[in-house]
């Protein structure tokens, strides 16, 4: 609800073409777990939202590399959906995986640390980002292919404000796009990172307009 | 006094070069056997003051022989001489080598000067006991390496230092440092990856981790907690003062040392 209320200062297009504005978008928020949410216009200058529960949704993996992340989750939490992997624990549990720390069932590494080491240099810092940023790629085109997103991507939270600047945009546009046939629709879909704070105190204000 | 080296190494012509560059070293000469069994038999006889091992010696692994060759030579360096092998890189070999605890590891082909720096280093004072104890400090603060230094060598420590984790690996020797001391956030590999590499490949090497956390985002208490659990054996957190720092090493370095028996 708080999308249409945000400042354009307060949004970054980070990738993507023009989209169609008056099509549904979707939103993806990152924090302690993954939210999803429908936004759809109705053509009266009101928002109808869709709550969803992509988080929930499996969490794909393409390569050897990912296939080896998804394991060592799998081992660690049973079932592997996206949140485990694209949240501010996701991103923790996959720079342990990476540092060899596989073994030792609680950690306290955090996000924050994470972030710190990676604006540091530290290569397994940035790999750790690298991935999550591909399996948050992954849910951007699932999302925006499964709802028909052509109004845009919103992608908001924690670990965004977080890792936003971290993130190899380019990189990002050519995974969420490599969907075969489709690689020019989702292309055109306009990407926004939301940098805002407290974006969920902003949607309840529009509760009072 | 002569001192002796035992050489356990199957190829006969290796065995005469190596030997060759021990007996040059002054006050030294050697004894050699084609394989652990004999090597190990010899030492009921003789007694060496330096243990040379082929990794590979036909099918056998020197690594899985180091502590048997440790009980019974006492405080003998071990090293470990290594050219790789069709099954394994030489990282991989060396990486082993430093987890079973090899005194020294040796790439083939080496010279007479690297066996004399080996000598050197092991024999540098009369018993262990004695040596002075060193600390290696990887910090980035140039200021705060200073302030740790000074402290330490005015209590009669010796110090290394390295201002990153990849300095640290590259320039010492960190099985023969007595304790690590290592912040967490500094560039490069930074210390959690770096403090779990060191727990990894030289256990018995205890490590002290020290930070100040991060601004708003994390407090210290966090990130030495997370440096807790991946093996750190001390936490300290910044700002110190000296009789902290030495407190914490103290107890670090009066703890038992474990070895596998």
Known sequence: MSVRLLDRADLLKVCGGAGDPDQLSVLIGTGRGLGTAGIVPDHFGETIILPCEGGHSDLPARNPQEVEIFKFLERKYG????????????????????????????????????????????????????????FLADAASDAALMAGARGGIYLAGELMLLIG???????FETRLADKGRLQGYLQDIPVYLIKAPDIELIGLTSLFH | MTHTALIIED????????????SAQPGWTHLHFPSFREGYEALS???????????????????NHIDAFRKKTGTAPVVLMTAGSSHEAISDTLHKARQARADFELRKPFNEADIGYIFQQAFQAPTSKER??????????????????????FSGYGVHEAETMEQAFKDVNIARVDAVLCDVFMPGMGGLQGMRHIKKTWPSVPVIAMSAGLDEKVSETEVLKATERLGADAQIAKPFKAEELLATLNAILSSPILLDV
């Open chain 2, 45 to 63: 006889y003789y007694q060496v003051q330096a243990v040379f091992l082929d990794v590979f010696v036909g099918q056998f692994n020197a690594i």
């Open chain 1, 79 to 134: 079932h592997v959906s996206r949140e485990r992997a694209i949240s501010l624990n996701g991103l923790a549990d996959i720079y342990d995986y990476l540092i060899g720390f596989d073994e030792v069932p609680e950690t306290a590494t955090t996000a924050a640390m994470v972030a710190e080491l990676a604006s540091l240099g530290a290569p397994a810092a940035r790999d750790a980002i690298r991935y999550c940023q591909t």
């Open chain 2, 132 to 153: 002075r104890k060193t600390v290696l400090v990887i910090e980035d603060s140039r200021t705060l390496r200073t302030f740790i230094k000074g402290i330490l060598e």
């Open chain 2, 11 to 22: 190829s006969a012509v290796q065995a005469n070069l190596i030997g060759r560059m021990v």
């Open chain 1, 165 to 171: 600047d971290l993130i190899d945009w380019d990189a």
